[in-house]
C-alpha cells in the first residue's frame, strides 16, 4: 500500500516563541548589534589597511576575521529580522540549504582562522627573532587560503547529506535559521547514520583546532612565565588575552550546538546559535578595539586626520 506523504518544498521558521510586542523589542535589539557588527568589523579592516603600523601578519588575520564576521552575520541576520516583522515565514527549500551553507562555510572558517590566529600568536612569542621569516607575507596569503578553501569545502557532505533527507509533513523549524540539527529532527526516516557523520565532523572541525589553539597557548604561557620584565610579560598577555576570549565564546556555544550525539530541538540551540552567530562577530570588533592600544590609537589618528581635513 502507498503511504500518503507530503512533500516538503518549503519551511517555517519559527524562531522565538513570544508575542507581537516582544518580537518588536527582538527586531530593535539585533538590528542595533548587526549595525554594530557591520560598522565596527568594517571599521577594523579600513583602519588595518590603511594605517602602515597595523601592517603586520596579526592585523591580516584580523582583517580577515572581520570579514568573515561581517559575511557570517549577513548570511542569516537579514532575514531574522525580516521574520521577526512578518506573518509569513517560509523559506523556500533552496533558499533554506544555500543559508545553510553559507553559514556552515563561514563558521568553519572562523574556527580554523581562530586556530591559524593562536599559532601566529605562539610563533611571535616564542620565536620573535624568527617571526618575520617564519609568518611573511607569502605565508599569510597561503594561511589565509587555506582557512577559506576549508570552510567552503568541509561544508558541502554536510549540508548535501541533510537536505537529502527524507522530510514529509512537519516543515516547522524550531529556530530562526537553517541549521543541520534542525533540519535532521524533522526527518522521518532513520537519521542515525547521517546524526554520527555529522557528529563526528563537528568533533574534527571545532576539537582539532581547539586542541591546536590550547597547544598553542600552553607554549605561550610558559614562555610569557620565562620573561623578566613585567613589562614584557603585560604586552605578551595583551596581545593574547582578546584572542582566548574570542576563542571561549565562539568555541564554546558551538560546541554545545553541534557535538550532540542526536539531534534534539530545543530553545537552548538557539541560544547557544544567537552567541554564536551574532553576539561573537558583534564582540570580536569591540575586544579588539577596547583592549587593543594600537587599534585604538590607530582609530584616533584617522578621527584627528579627518578633523584636520574639515
Known sequence: MLK??????EF???GFSCNTQTYISLFVIFLFIYLIILVGNLLIIIVSITDKSLQTPMYFFLINLSFVDICYSSSMVPRMLRDLLSAKRAISFRECA???YFTLSLGVTECVLLAIMAYDRYVAICYPLRYTNMINQSVCIKLASCTWICGFLLSIPHVVL??????????QIKHFACEVPEILALACV??????FVVFLAGVLVL???????IISYI?????????????GKQKALSTCGSHIIVVIIFYGSAMAAYMKPKSKSSDSDMIN???????????????YTLRNKEVRTAIKKIINTKLHKI
Open 4 to 9: 500518503n506523504e507530503t512533500v516538503v518544498k
Open 12 to 14: 517555517i521558521l519559527l
Open 98 to 100: 544555500a543559508q545553510m
Open 162 to 171: 541533510t537536505m537529502n533527507v527524507n522530510v514529509c509533513g512537519n516543515n
Open 190 to 195: 532513520d537519521v542515525s547514520v547521517i546524526e
Open 207 to 213: 576539537m582539532i583546532p581547539v586542541t591546536f589553539i
Open 219 to 231: 607554549r605561550i604561557i610558559s614562555a610569557i612565565v620565562k620573561i623578566t620584565t613585567s613589562a
Open 273 to 287: 546559535a544567537v552567541f554564536y552567530m551574532i553576539f561573537t562577530p558583534m564582540l570580536n570588533p569591540l575586544i
